[in-house]
Nanobody, 124 residues
Framework: QVQLVESGGGLVQAGGSLRLSCAAS????????MAWFRQAPGKEREFVAA?????????YYTDSVKSRFTISGDRTKNTVYLQMNSLNAEDTAVYYC????????????????WGQGTQVTVSS
């Protein structure tokens, strides 16, 4: 089992930027896909971005964030980041870090390990 702790959320004005961090501990990191999800009030949890350590750090994103968000990681620190630029009100949500051993996972059901979440609020 992997333990995940998110940080970096907060309140930002529309057009601004935030960087989220997810520190992982527990089982070896190298076989996992690490992802960010978000959940807005009254909505389902939504896939945002993922990075696969086993595929040399390959990344993939949901379409709505492709040109604005960047997922990256530091293997030496067992930490994954989500750089979020050009934020808008629709990005307001609780952001969760998750870990999976599945191949190119995107569905929450494919991720057995989750962090506690960090709130991102974008004011317009």
């Amino acid at each position: 089992q992997v333990q995940l702790v998110e940080s970096g959320g907060g309140l930002v004005q529309a057009g601004g930027s935030l960087r989220l961090s997810c520190a992982a501990s527990g089982r070896p990191f190298s076989s996992y896909t690490m992802a960010w999800f978000r959940q807005a009030p009254g909505k389902e949890r939504e896939f945002v971005a993922a990075i696969s350590w086993w595929s040399a750090g390959g990344t993939y994103y949901t379409d709505s964030v492709k040109s604005r968000f960047t997922i990256s990681g530091d293997r030496t620190k067992n930490t994954v980041y989500l750089q979020m630029n050009s934020l808008n009100a629709e990005d307001t949500a609780v952001y969760y870090c998750a870990a999976s051993l599945a191949t190119l996972p995107k569905n929450p059901e494919q991720f057995p390990s989750w962090g506690q979440g960090t709130q991102v609020t974008v004011s317009s």
